[in-house]
């Protein structure tokens, strides 16, 4: 059903279980929140953290670089590559051991080496935050290490992890099951999340534990076309937790197409052209209550806002040009 509407829709839909711990599951093409619970709370996320870490010292730098480790990274708390004041190591290697070995001591040299201290990198990471629409994260390190206001949120993290997958660079460095450090005399570094090595569909993601936040994880599983992300805060069982919300989406939901490809009549004298079809991953009662939607400007007549609404509310939109 196609509707020419002068209004615009934003939604946010979940399911809310009552749980201690929070979770988010989205679509990763889209980022549409699927199910979750307590989603938008903040929360300690750990060294989920890192994701973020990892794609700021990316963009930011030639993987060839070396960087020359200070004292304060070498002597970072918590889980460590061993890396020595004075050593020399690539930007790459540092990103290895920061998402496959979870090393603080990676975190704080990439974060020294890129914003030029830790305060400067965590205003980077902030910055970035900001731009994406993250509204319930705030960082203030690179590692996760506890602080009481270094926070984000089940939904928030999920959509780091969705962003960063769009780097091809991230994708391969976190999709990594094993690597050898050319620095540490070809020690083989294994990554630290069970699910990839036992290639049962994730193919990338990120581990976290602080005594504060507890058990934290990402986890980015692909099926057929089917993508999604799976996000726990505070999940003791996390690893079955996460295998079960995946399974869920790929026996309840599949890609539907929305709308196809090629022009609508939008007024009397305006049609509008989708360039590419409209697919969206949907469980079946979602199909059933779909409408499309053109949101018209008054003021702009070179294009228009289309909308695939769910419930009255949008959860997809894409700019089309009216001719």
């Known amino acids: 059903m196609f509707i020419a509407s002068i209004c615009s829709f934003f939604i946010f839909f979940s399911v809310a279980e009552a749980a201690s711990a929070s979770y988010a599951v989205i679509d990763a093409d889209t980022g549409r929140l699927l199910f979750g619970s307590n989603v938008h709370e903040k929360k300690p996320i750990a060294s989920l953290t890192k994701m973020w870490t990892a794609l700021i010292a990316i963009e930011n730098n030639d993987l060839k670089e070396e960087v020359e480790i200070s004292r304060q990274a070498a002597l970072s708390e918590g889980s460590s590559i061993y890396l020595e004041p004075g050593d020399k190591v690539t930007i790459e290697e ?91 005399n070809g020690v083989t570094w294994q990554n630290k999340h069970k699910l990839l090595r036992q290639q049962v569909g994730a193919v990338s993601g990120k581990t976290g534990f602080t005594k504060i936040a507890g058990r934290t994880l990402a986890t980015y599983f692909e099926q057929g076309e089917e993508k999604v992300i799976v996000v726990t805060l505070g999940e003791s069982n996390d690893w079955q937790v996460h295998t079960s919300l995946a399974n869920k989406v790929f026996s309840e939901y599949d890609y539907v197409t929305v709308a196809d490809k090629g022009e609508y009549k939008a007024t009397e004298d305006k049609i509008v052209e989708l360039k590419k079809p409209i697919k969206l991953l949907l469980n079946n009662e979602e199909e059933k209550k779909l409408q499309n939607v053109l949101h018209l400007s008054r003021k702009q007549n070179e294009f228009g806002i289309w909308h695939v609404m769910l419930n009255n509310e949008s959860i997809y939109a894409t700019k089309v040009n009216l001719k």
Do not use: C, V, W
């Open 94 to 184: 540092l990103l290895y051991g920061l998402m496959l070995r979870s090393g603080n001591d990676a975190a704080y040299a990439l974060a020294e080496h890129t914003g030029g201290s830790i305060e400067g990198f965590a205003d980077l990471m902030n910055e970035k935050a900001r731009l994406y629409g993250l509204n319930n994260t705030y960082f203030t390190n690179p590692s996760g290490l506890h602080n009481d206001l270094h926070l984000s949120s089940a939904y928030d993290t999920a959509q780091m992890l969705r962003i960063a997958m769009q780097n091809d660079t991230f994708k391969k460095i976190s999709s990594t099951i094993n690597y050898k450090s050319p620095s540490k």
